[in-house]
């Protein structure tokens, strides 16, 4: 069964720096892409990213340039690293695998504020 869950948020500073990691399990991670979203309070859930199964990735306009998507495959573990965060990355993060999209783990919190 696939089952996803995100880790790593919590309170920062703007300009600050965190990592967030998606654990998988039910498959092989690095055999189908996986995205990162994220939602803010009363706001539609915003693409982040994505890894394809062939190590590619890719950035919604609004993190490119500061976030950066990686995997781990001993791990079985995606990541999101996010650099030089804005007040407005505010939100809860999620991970998801487009081949399962009704699977959503619970999402890990992002508060960037001073």
């Known amino acids: 069964q696939v089952h996803l869950v995100e880790s790593g948020g919590g309170l920062v500073q703007p300009g600050g720096s965190l990592r967030l990691s998606c654990a998988a399990s039910?498959?092989?991670?690095?055999?189908?892409?996986v995205t990162w979203y994220r939602q803010a309070p009363g706001k539609e859930r915003e693409w982040v990213a994505v890894?394809?199964?062939?190590?590619?990735?890719n950035y919604g306009d609004a993190v490119k340039g500061r976030y950066t998507i990686s995997r781990d495959n001993a791990k079985n573990t995606v990541y999101l690293q996010m650099n030089s965060l804005k007040p407005e990355d505010t939100a809860v993060y999620y991970c998801?695998?487009?081949?399962?999209?009704?699977?959503w783990g619970q999402g890990t919190q992002v508060t960037v504020s001073s």
């Open positions: 998801n695998v487009p081949n399962w999209p009704q699977n």
């Open positions: 039910g498959f092989i991670a690095s055999s189908y892409a």
């Open positions: 890894i394809t199964s062939r190590g590619s990735t």
